[in-house]
Structures are given as C-alpha cells and as structure tokens.
C-alpha cells in the first residue's frame, strides 16, 4: 500500500469513529464532545507554543471571550443585555428556532472574528515580551480578564449568564452541539494540516529555531507571531461559542476563563503528546483525555494531586512528548509510525 | 467609586489608615519577593509555587496556634519546617529543571503549586483562616484608624528577618558563594565552590523566607489553600517591577504593591483587589517591554 492510501485509511477511519461513537453510545455525546474541544484545545496552543516557541499560559482567554460574545449576540439579539442579566435567571427567553439559529449562527460567527481582533490587540501587548516573561504575561492578562468579566455587572458580574434554551428535542440538541464541536476540531487539524506545509508554517519554525536570526532573514516576525496567535483564537472563539451554549450557563471563573483547568491542560495534552508536530497534539489530548476521565471517576479528591504530579513527572522527564520521543527512536520511519500510533489512540476513544 | 474617592478627600485621615495597613501588608508582600528575586536572579529558576510556600507557612502557624502555641513562636517552626521542605524540594524536582531552559522550570513549579495547593485543600480543609494572636486594637485619631497590634509586631519582625537575611548575603561564606554564583556560576566552579550546594541552599533559603512570609500574613491577615497563586502573581509583578539585583527597588515595589491594593480595594471595592494585582503585572510587564524595546533600539 502506498503511504497516500495508508494516509486515506486512516482519515476514513476517523471519520467513520467520528460519526458512529455519538451513535454508538448516546450516553457519552457530551464527553465526546469534550474530546474534541480537547483536540482542538491541543492543536490551538500548539501554533504558537510548539509551532513558534511561544509558550502561552493565557490562551483560555479566547475561550473565554468567544463565549461571552456569542452568549451576548444571542440574548441581545431580542432582549436587553442589562434587563436579561439583572433578573438573573428570572426572564424566561423563548425563542423560535428561527431567531435560536439566527442568534447562533451570527453569535458564532461574531466570536470568531470577536477573538481575531482581541488577538491583534493583546499581541501588540504580549509580543514583545520573550521566555518567560511571555507565559507570565499571557497567564495574567487571562487571570485579568476572568477578575474584569466578573465584577462587570452588565454582563451577569459573577452570577453569569444563562443561554436561549435550544428549540427541540434534547437529543437533537446533544447531537447538534456534538456534530458542531467535531467540525471545529477537523476543520482546525485541516487547516493546520495545510498551514504548516506552507512558507507560513517555515516562518513559525524559524522564530522558534533563532528569532533574531529569523528577523534578520527578513521575517516580520511581529507580524507572523501576531497571526499565529489570531488563528489560533479564531478557531478557540468558535469552541468557546459552541462549548457555551452546550452547557447552557456560563459564568466567568469556572466556565469562561478556566485558567487553572482547561488553560493548562491544553499546555499538558500538548506536553505528552509532542509539541511542534501534527499529530502529537492530537495523540495528547486523546490519552490525556482517558487519563483525566478514569483519575476524576476513581481518584475523586486525588485528581488534582495526580494531575499536578503529572505535570512535573511529564515536564522533567519526557519533554518531548509521545511523538517526539518516537521521532527520536524511529527517525526514517518517522510519518509511518505516527499515523499507527493515532489508529490506536483514536480507536481508544471509541 | 466617585463617591469613595471622595470620601477620601473629605476625611484625609482615612488615608493614614490605608497607608499604615499597605505597609503593614506590604512588608510582608516584600518579603515573599525577595525570595524569589534571590532564586530567579541566583538560580534563573520562577517559581511559580512562591505563593504556595507562604501559604504553607502560614497553616503551619494557625495549626501550631490551634494547639495553644502562640503564632510568633510560630515563625521558627514555619521557618525551619519550609528550609527542611524546600531541600527536598530541590532534591527532588528542581535540581533536574535547572539546566533546562526557562519554560521548564515555570512548569514544574506550577505543576508543584497545583500539588501543594490542593493537598493543603485536602490537609488544611477550604476555609478561610487566621492565626489569632490575642493582641489588642489600638485606635488613633477619634477611633478613625485602628491599628492592630500584632501588626507593627509583624512589621519589626519582617524588618529584623530582612536584616538577618542581607547580612547573611553579606558576611557569611555561604552568602559570598551564592553571590558569586549569581554572577558566573562557571567561573565559581572553577574557584572551588560546590555550586550545587549552592543553589540547594538557595531554594531551601528561599522556602524558608516564604514560610515566614507566610507565617507573617496568617497573623494579620487571610489564608486559604487557593490563595497562593495570587501570592505568586505578587511575588512576579514586585520582582518584575523592581528587577532582581535591586534589593532596595524589591522593598520598594513591596510596599508600593501594598499600597496600591488598599487603595483600589476601598475605592473600586473589596471584589477588584485580585484584578488590581493581576492589572498590575500586565502593566509592569508592558512597561519593561517599552523600555528593553527602546534599549534594543539604542543597541542598535
């Protein structure tokens, strides 16, 4: 078999898995759902964290944000902002399922372009810092927004939001919310697929391989760094958006802005599964995800403390990742063993 | 807020009060900073579970307190129990990050922070505590502003551990060896210093000013297992703002922090203190990035 057909196998297999594990087990959609929020979560922070060298502790922010954009487009969309959140709760919205999907469709499109500007704005801010100083930076201005969202009353402060309830079957709704999280992720994974093939992608590597030398070649690098970062809050604004409505109820410490959650999860599915490569980001977020679903189920009160030890044990010992470690090992055979590895993996998630 | 400002403008004693509590406050925030300034600027290690050192020493205190022993005989035993943990520490995690590069060791610590905070939440339980010194309050100008007693006891001993520690770094053997590796650790290897040994003492050193931080703030303030990362943060911003061989610009930036949370958290209310030190730090760090931006220019 030629490597193209092996490569078609495999997609066709996702695929397949994709489309049947919701309907499989109807029980599960929305921890599917969560995986490929994972995967997608994964392969965002990877642009600028592998792909760049710009570790982000804040990328939870576009989550964040894209969230409460497209919750706001939706509630605004027929009612008062200020009026819906003051009642907290107590103004039941009943939508038809002609002003829900309106409100939907726009409040999605709205966070996505919503978080490529709010990338353009906080990269002027955050760009110029380097190492560390950068994870800092970005780790604040996440905190930062969190603490802002929360005391900012119009939006629902504290108290939150809740969402236009969906206008049909429950079931429906699962599978829908389902059905939008994996074409976020695919469509992420394709793209990025493309972009790193391109003089793009060469431009990312090579601000991570010497950034002055890389300036020197005549890279704008600011320039560069900027988009990165945009593309990968275009693709986290939509998540947010759809992960939003999926819970139905957001508010800004533990839903929107999870920075000590899901803000580092995406730092270690990336870690474990090999930063600066396709398919590592994938691989980590689909083990991560098993791990962290059997330590919450049979370590309640533990998880964090593994978590945390996990953490350590993965930054110290096996920094390169799962991916980077095989690429080590099996250098010639490099692409062929990746793609084995991802069959296995995507058929655990099953 | 205008009203408060207001206020403030109305009643300018209230401003003492604000003030004396920043220092008080700041004292210790200070503290905490210069630990980390010592283990950034020696080790280039951040750590980033600075805050949940204090924190550790400061339950160290209120549990010793729950058993009848008095929290400023506290501040040895925190002092000595964080040396003993912040060796061990080293041993095992920081000694394998330090000649990585600077991501690492960000990591490690905050995968350790996340550790140690939640195994206090485990040990120590969610509530929010204080180590209760029996001190009295004394009031000043018509029962205006109240300045608790333990506080300005806190205060002299935040400035006599400041003073042992700088005439440590001074005098001692150990403290010219950190000093020099601080400035080449190659070229203080050559000269016969373990720097090993060097940079274990240095974390541990570092623990140990944390835990009397800690100690320090469970007496005249709050604590609660989840209230480290915002001591980091402080740690960070004050050490940022500062810079790292500056001791004078460390105490400096310590006090300033403190007061600028007081002040926002009576003028904006109690809610925005965390977004002020969170604000802070993106604030500190844009303005060292204008200024490395235009010290590249100059290079240039």
Redesign the interface.
């Known amino acids: 078999m030629s490597k193209s057909v092996k490569a078609g196998l495999l997609y066709a297999c996702i695929l397949i898995l994709g489309i049947g594990a919701p309907l499989l087990f109807p029980d599960y959609t929305f921890q599917l759902a969560l995986l490929w929020i994972m995967i997608l979560f994964a392969l965002t922070w990877d642009i600028a964290g592998g792909q760049m060298g710009y570790n982000s502790l804040g990328n939870i922010l576009f989550f964040g944000a894209g969230m409460y954009i497209c919750a706001l487009t939706q509630v605004g969309l027929y009612y008062d902002i200020g009026a819906y959140t003051a009642a907290s709760g107590a103004i039941k919205v009943d939508y038809t399922p002609q002003q829900y999907f309106t409100g939907l469709i726009l409040g999605i499109a709205l966070a996505a372009v919503g978080c490529v500007v709010l990338a353009a704005i906080f990269g002027r801010i955050v760009f110029g810092l380097r190492g560390p100083y950068f994870a800092i930076g970005t780790l604040g201005v996440a905190l930062a927004s969190a603490e802002l969202i929360g005391t900012w009353g119009y939006v629902g402060a504290g108290g939150g939001i809740s969402l236009p309830v969906y206008p049909g079957d429950p079931d429906a709704r699962a599978m829908l919310f389902y059905g939008l999280c994996a074409l976020a992720a695919t469509g992420t994974f394709l793209f990025l697929r493309w972009l790193y093939g391109t003089s793009f992608g060469l431009a990312l590597n090579a601000i991570r391989d010497d950034e002055e030398k890389a300036e020197a070649m005549g890279i704008h690098t600011t320039r560069y760094k900027t988009v990165a970062w945009a593309i990968s809050g275009f693709f986290l604004g939509i998540v947010g958006a759809v992960f939003g409505n999926m819970t139905g109820f957001i508010e800004p410490l533990e839903v929107a802005f999870p920075t000590t959650t899901f803000g580092i999860f995406m730092v270690l599915m990336v870690l474990l599964g090999g930063k600066g490569t396709l398919w590592g980001p994938v691989i980590g977020a689909v083990l991560f995800h098993i791990v962290k679903e059997v330590t919450w189920t049979y370590l309640l009160g533990w998880q964090w403390i593994t978590l945390g030890a996990l953490i350590i044990v993965n930054v110290i010992f096996f920094q390169q990742g799962i991916v980077g470690w095989m690429r080590e090992k099996w250098p010639e055979r490099f692409g062929l063993v990746v793609d084995r590895r991802a069959t296995i993996s995507s058929q655990e998630e099953s | 807020m205008l009203d408060n400002l207001s206020l403030l403008a109305q009643a300018p004693v209230l401003n003492i009060q604000l003030l004396l509590d920043g220092l008080f406050i700041g004292a210790t925030f200070a503290l905490a900073a210069y630990g980390l300034a010592l283990v950034w600027g020696v080790m280039n290690v951040?750590n980033l579970c600075q805050g949940d050192m204090v924190i550790l020493g400061g339950f160290i205190t209120v549990t010793l307190a729950h058993n009848g022993i008095h929290p400023i005989f506290g501040l040895p035993v925190a002092i000595v129990a964080l040396f003993v943990y912040g060796w061990i520490v080293y041993r095992l995690?920081i000694c394998?990050?330090i000649e990585?590069d600077?991501?690492?060791s960000?990591?490690?610590t905050?995968?350790?922070?996340?550790?140690?905070?939640?195994?206090m939440n485990?040990i120590f339980g969610p509530e929010v505590t204080t180590a209760d010194s029996g001190f009295e309050t004394r009031t000043l100008f018509d029962g205006l502003v109240t300045v608790a007693e333990i506080k300005v006891v806190s205060l002299l001993l935040a400035a006599t551990l400041a003073t042992i520690v700088i005439v440590f770094m001074k005098r001692s053997r150990m403290g010219q060896a950190i000093r020099a590796t601080a400035q080449d650790a190659r070229a203080a290897r050559v000269m016969g210093i373990d720097t090993d040994r060097v940079y274990q003492f240095t974390y541990a050193l570092n623990a140990a000013i944390c835990g009397a931080a800690g100690c320090l703030i469970s007496m005249i303030w709050t604590i609660q297992p989840f209230f480290g990362?915002t001591h980091s943060?402080r740690a960070?911003v004050i050490v940022?703002a500062a810079g790292f061989g500056n001791l004078f610009g460390v105490i400096l930036a310590g006090f300033g922090l403190g007061f600028a949370e007081q002040y926002s958290g009576f003028v904006l209310?109690a809610?925005?203190q965390?977004?002020t030190v969170?604000?802070l730090?993106?604030i500190v760090?844009?303005v060292?990035?204008?200024q490395?931006?235009r010290h590249r220019r100059a290079v240039i």
């Open positions: 951040k995690i394998r990050v990585r600077l991501f690492t960000l990591l490690a905050f995968g350790l922070a996340i550790v140690m905070a939640q195994s485990l990362i943060i960070f940022t209310g809610q925005f965390q977004a969170v604000g730090l993106v760090l844009v060292r990035q204008i490395q931006a």
